[in-house]
Nanobody
Framework: QLVESGGGSVQTGGSLRLSCAASGDAQNSYCMGWFRQPPGKEREGIAILDSDGSTEYADSVKDRFSVSRENAGNTLYLQMNNLKPEDTAIYFC?????????????????????WGQGIQVTVTS
């Protein structure tokens, strides 16, 4: 129900835009977001967007990444600018189908029950 696209390899300072096509129950979730898992590390939340339009970002990507959603609600985007080698990771789109209200959305992977398959982003120096 969540399918990511747009990953790849880019040089330091470059940009990429990830897309996440949502369908079914995932599309109707109050909370959707992007997570990533660097090599050998745990999955971390980097950006979320609730159905009211509020966003939250991890400090490591604030002012460089931007999360948005098309008006129809079935595609979530992550615009990534000024990419750094430490941004190299598998990126996942996720939706929290259990949230009762938009204000309960958090950057915590444990909360999310719908996940995409993940897509590789590699930043070379």
């Amino acid at each position: 129900q969540l399918v990511e696209s747009g990953g790849g390899s880019v040089q330091t300072g470059g940009s990429l835009r990830l897309s996440c096509a949502a369908s079914g129950d995932a599309q109707n979730s109050y909370c959707m977001g992007w997570f990533r898992q660097p090599p050998g590390k745990e999955r971390e939340g980097i950006a979320i967007l609730d159905s009211d339009g509020s966003t939250e970002y991890a400090d490591s990507v604030k002012d460089r990444f931007s999360v948005s959603r098309e008006n129809a609600g079935n595609t979530l985007y992550l615009q990534m600018n000024n990419l750094k080698p430490e941004d190299t990771a598998i990126y996942f789109c996720a939706a929290d189908g259990n949230a009762l209200l938009p204000q309960f959305c958090r950057l915590t992977a444990y909360d999310y029950n719908y996940w995409g398959q993940g897509i590789q982003v590699t930043v070379t120096s």
